[in-house]
């Protein structure tokens, strides 16, 4: 079964600073790995996706995520937090080897950005 | 635009008055899906489809009904909804199955009283 686990409920961080927000998974195969972010009223917008080829992916707004294969953890990072960066976000998995077409989402970690 | 749209936004409604909530987009993807987001849970999948006529249960379809007679629209059903169906509802679509990514619809807050 797949599943994936997103550790921090919420991330507080100084505009300015890095901030990485934490993403661990579990999967029978190889992974598809995304990130989603969702700002308040909002649907989920998608920032990043990791298929296969360099471990470091690079999306929208600044954001990179780092697919780590032995630590099973695609972590979400950026160098330089801003403000609008507070959102709630979302990781989440789909075994690329299972014939279930399902995307399991982490139950989402809150990132504050203060001024 | 490429967009999903839902309709309502907000809808607050009796136990067990049966109602739709309705799900476009222009985009031709094949992919559809229905996701409840409640807090702490995460998004949970309701039904997903693969294509017209293609639908399939997700982690938590009961009280729930899907139909996809036409590959833009994907409403979801409560025949007879009970407060524990108070959340928030989200129609998320991908051109081909899941390795690509979604484009979400931007959410029904429904309200079962």
């Known amino acids: 079964a797949q599943s994936v686990a997103q550790p921090e409920d919420q991330v507080n961080v100084a505009e300015g600073n890095p901030l990485t927000v934490k993403c661990t998974y579990s999967?029978?195969?190889?992974?598809?790995l995304f990130w989603y972010v969702q700002y308040p009223n909002r649907g989920l917008q998608f920032l990043l996706k990791y298929i296969t080829g360099d471990n470091l992916v690079k999306g929208s707004y600044g954001f990179e995520a780092e697919f780590n294969k032995s630590q099973t953890s695609f972590h979400l990072k950026k160098p330089s937090a801003l403000v609008s960066d507070s959102a709630l976000y979302f990781c989440?998995?789909?075994?690329?080897?299972?014939?279930?077409?399902?995307?399991?989402f982490g139950s989402g970690t809150r990132l504050s950005i203060r001024p | 635009e490429a967009q999903v749209t839902q309709n309502p936004r907000y809808l607050i409604t009796v136990t067990g008055k049966k109602l739709t909530v309705t799900c476009s987009q222009n985009?031709?993807?094949?992919?559809m899906s229905w996701y409840r987001q409640d807090p702490g849970l995460g998004l949970r999948q309701i039904y997903y489809?693969?294509?017209?006529?293609?639908?399939d249960k997700g982690d938590v379809p009961e009280g729930y009904k899907v139909s996809r007679k036409e590959k833009r629209n994907f409403p979801l059903i409560l025949e007879s909804p009970s407060p524990n169906q108070t959340s928030l509802y989200f129609c998320?679509?991908?051109?081909?199955?899941?390795?690509?990514?979604?484009?979400f619809g931007s959410g029904t807050r429904l309200t079962v009283v």
């Open positions: 489809s693969m294509n017209v006529e293609v639908t």
């Open positions: 985009m031709n993807h094949e992919y």
């Open positions: 989440a998995v789909r075994d690329m080897g299972s014939s279930a077409s399902k995307i399991i």
């Open positions: 999967v029978s195969g190889n992974p598809y």
């Open positions: 998320a679509s991908s051109l081909s199955g899941t390795a690509y990514g979604y484009t």
